[in-house]
């Protein structure tokens, strides 16, 4: 046993190797354990995070999905004993709001995403939040192929001067 993996918190976090309640396709799940290529949405703020990239840091992460009629809520924590970086999005499928046509549902996207991360991570780093708005559009789905259509706008918030991104794109 080395010193160095049980000097923080976060190290008692390799103790839970994995928790799963509900089942993940399901309307309600929660995960506990490693992340390893953890896409939140469409993972325009966090893509195939991983937490266990650090052979002295042995955090315990969470992530938990709800499904309440057409919205979906995600939610992802890095570090339960620490709250290092954590964020969330929830989408709305515009389909099922607006039509009753089973033919229109999830083909049109709005989501709102959150992301903090509180840069203690065994480094100083500043304090950094960000906000993210999408909206995508199926332009082409069947059983062999789904091509969908992007837009967002983003900035960090709580800095002197907030900053403001956009994207637009394609997916296959």
Known sequence: VRRRDWDEDSDFGQILRELRIGPEEGAFAIRGGPLLGHTLGHGHLVSRFANRDDPDYHPLGATAHLVLGPTRSELLV??????????????VDMGRVMSTDAGQFDRYHLAFSVAHDEGASGYFGPKL?????????????SAAARVFAYTGLGSRIFVPVADLGALIGLSA
């Open 129 to 141: 939040t960000l906000l993210h708005i999408d909206f995508d559009v199926a332009l082409h789905r």
């Open 78 to 91: 890095s570090d339960v004993l620490a709250l290092r970086l954590f964020a969330a999005e929830t989408s």
